[in-house]
């Protein structure tokens, strides 16, 4: 697949002229693009920057199928008029233009991609037996319990649970029609056969039937999404996320996400992205590739905004949709009555206690409760297209629904300063 980039001007002054054609022109156009053999296709403007942006197997022949049709032609004089000079094909690696003032990646929101809702997802570790067991009933209900609630992301991986996450949300969505969800596993975590002598070591409650290794190479995310698929017992994956590379950055960007990228292009997976507990290593990924999306866990919070002033406007730039993990931080974020709690997974500093406890007070004030702000904040960022849960039960599944669908007053925030 060629993905070829291009960026012109208008003539000062033609904005207006440019537009009303362009409009008058448009569906004709996306018709002869598609034709032509454009598996994606979007030319926008921004003041008199002119960008386009074309995805095709062979771009030689896109152009000569492209040269005789009536309306590209029509299109070709338009350009003539209004352009002060031609696509600069030197613009053309991605990198640079999407660092451009005023580029924006076109790719469509994560909500939009798979033609369903996924506004709020689920986050599938606690039923991998995250820090304490649950019974394959109760993991099951809570899965059923989020699909009655119009829950329509479900998020999993290998590592959580030892693949117990994997399977058990895989046993219900089988039963559910599968292009009404989007489902998301992970790589970068290879299970291997062990003993099963004593507990996993990692989190979760599960025997120690497997030991995790690390492996980003091709062949290591090939196999670990075919195991997914095994486990799971569904015959696709929507997403395919490159999992925690924090120490395997050569790797990662080298081997997993050309590997993965090429499963996009064959239609094997619609999208692909990395989900992190850490934002720098994300942004060196949308600067670097070409991601469709990231899972970015516990950085967009109500206590944490460190992703707020670099990554997520670059996420704006490049089109690259955000879901928003850990909005919670953990668990101190998940009650209004602080009286203790975890925070990135450890005992909540004084200082993190006492800032959590004054933000509660503040929702109080408006009628909202902790948990409900938490929910309903990342949303507000042009960037963040979905929020996703770790849910264990049935009642935390409706607790949380319930709390999201509760508006938030806009007076909230602006005392918060948010």
């Known amino acids: 697949m060629q993905r070829i980039a291009l960026r012109t001007r208008l003539k000062p002054g033609s904005e207006a002229a440019y537009d009303t054609e362009h409009a008058r022109l448009l569906p004709g156009l996306e018709r002869a693009m598609r034709e032509a053999g454009a598996r994606v296709w979007r030319i926008w403007r921004d003041g008199l920057d002119l960008f386009h942006y074309v995805e095709v197997v062979d771009y030689a022949d896109f152009q000569a199928r492209l040269a005789g049709d009536p309306i590209n032609q029509?299109?070709?004089?338009?350009?003539?008029?209004?352009?002060?000079?031609?696509?600069d094909p030197s613009a053309g690696p991605l990198r640079k233009v999407w660092e451009m003032p005023g580029a924006v990646r076109p790719r469509a929101p994560f909500s939009t991609v798979f033609g369903v809702t996924t506004t709020y997802g689920f986050g599938a570790a606690p039923i991998g037996n995250l820090f304490t067991a649950l019974t394959?009933?109760?993991?099951?209900?809570?899965?059923?319990?989020?699909?009655?609630?119009?829950?329509?992301?479900?998020?999993?991986?290998?590592?959580?649970?030892?693949?117990?996450?994997?399977?058990?949300?895989?046993?219900?969505?089988?039963?559910?029609?599968?292009?009404?969800?989007?489902?998301s596993t992970k790589v970068g975590r290879l299970l291997v056969p062990a003993d099963g002598v004593g507990k996993d070591?990692?989190?979760?409650?599960?025997?120690?039937?497997?030991?995790?290794?690390?492996?980003?190479?091709?062949?290591?995310?090939?196999?670990?999404?075919?195991?997914?698929?095994?486990r799971l017992g569904l015959d696709s994956i929507d997403v395919a996320l490159i999992h925690d590379p924090d120490h395997h950055w050569a790797q990662a960007v080298g081997e997993a996400f050309p590997a993965l990228a090429e499963l996009r292009d064959q239609g094997v997976v619609k999208a692909v992205g990395v989900g992190m507990?850490?934002?720098?290593?994300?942004?060196?990924?949308?600067?670097?590739?070409?991601?469709?999306?990231i899972l970015l866990a516990?950085?967009?919070?109500?206590?944490?905004?460190?992703?707020?002033?670099?990554?997520?406007?670059?996420?704006?730039?490049?089109?690259?949709?955000?879901?928003?993990?850990?909005v919670f931080n953990s668990g101190l974020l998940a009650r209004h009555?602080?009286?203790?709690?975890?925070?990135?997974?450890?005992?909540?500093?004084?200082d993190v206690l006492a800032r959590a406890r004054e933000i509660a007070t503040l929702c109080e004030k408006h009628g909202v409760t902790l948990p409900q702000a938490a929910m309903a904040f990342p949303l507000r960022h042009p960037a963040v297209t979905t929020v996703?849960?770790?849910?264990?039960?049935?009642?935390?599944?409706?607790?949380?629904?319930?709390?999201?669908?509760?508006?938030?007053?806009?007076?909230?925030?602006?005392?918060?300063?948010?």
Request: charged residues 25%; hydrophobic residues 40%; contains cysteine.
């Open 277 to 293: 507990n850490q934002w720098p290593m994300l942004a060196d990924f949308v600067r670097e590739t070409d991601v469709d999306t």
């Open 201 to 230: 070591d990692d989190g979760f409650d599960v025997p120690k039937t497997h030991t995790r290794a690390w492996d980003f190479s091709r062949d290591g995310v090939l196999r670990s999404l075919e195991e997914s698929l095994e």
């Open 298 to 326: 516990g950085r967009y919070t109500l206590l944490d905004q460190s992703a707020a002033a670099e990554l997520l406007p670059l996420c704006v730039r490049r089109g690259v949709s955000v879901v928003a993990g850990g």
């Open 74 to 87: 029509a299109w070709q004089k338009q350009m003539n008029r209004h352009l002060d000079g031609d696509f």
């Open 337 to 350: 009555d602080l009286v203790g709690g975890t925070f990135n997974y450890g005992p909540a500093p004084d």
């Open 388 to 418: 996703v849960m770790g849910m264990r039960s049935v009642q935390e599944v409706r607790g949380n629904m319930e709390l999201a669908a509760r508006p938030v007053p806009e007076a909230l925030w602006e005392e918060l300063g948010f």
């Open 136 to 183: 394959d009933d109760e993991a099951s209900a809570a899965v059923e319990a989020a699909w009655d609630a119009g829950i329509r992301y479900f998020d999993t991986a290998p590592h959580y649970g030892l693949g117990l996450s994997e399977r058990r949300l895989g046993k219900v969505l089988a039963g559910k029609p599968r292009g009404e969800f989007v489902l």
